[in-house]
């Protein structure tokens, strides 16, 4: 299991913004999220979220695009596309 890439840009009382930069077949590894989050893609993500209890969900997500979670999320991200996929993740503290 090859881990992505995390590159922290920020980390102040208020924002940790951290850059992460996946080859194809890269992986976060299980994590929960300790704060809610806003995430914009760089490039297209195709991407696997391995979720609790076993689930699975693949995904298109277009470079430029943003979305946000809550806190709580428990998941593993995966690059399922054949070229490099780039994130930036913006937690709110």
Same mark, same amino acid.
């Given at each position: 299991m090859a881990q992505v890439l995390?590159?922290?840009?920020?980390?102040?009382?208020r924002v940790r913004v951290t850059?992460?930069?996946f080859a194809p077949g890269d992986q976060t590894g299980w994590h929960r999220h300790a704060m809610d989050y806003v995430i914009t893609t760089i490039t297209d993500c195709h991407m696997r979220l391995e979720?609790? $209890?076993? /689930?699975t969900r693949?995904?298109?997500v277009p470079a430029g695009t943003a979305y946000r979670r809550e806190e $709580?999320? /428990?998941?593993?991200v995966i690059n399922i596309g054949e070229t490099e996929m780039s994130?930036?993740?913006?937690e709110l503290k």
């Open positions: 995390a590159t922290q840009m920020i980390d102040d009382a850059r992460f930069d979720l609790p $209890g076993g /689930e693949d995904t298109l $709580g999320v /428990e998941n593993n994130f930036v993740e913006v």
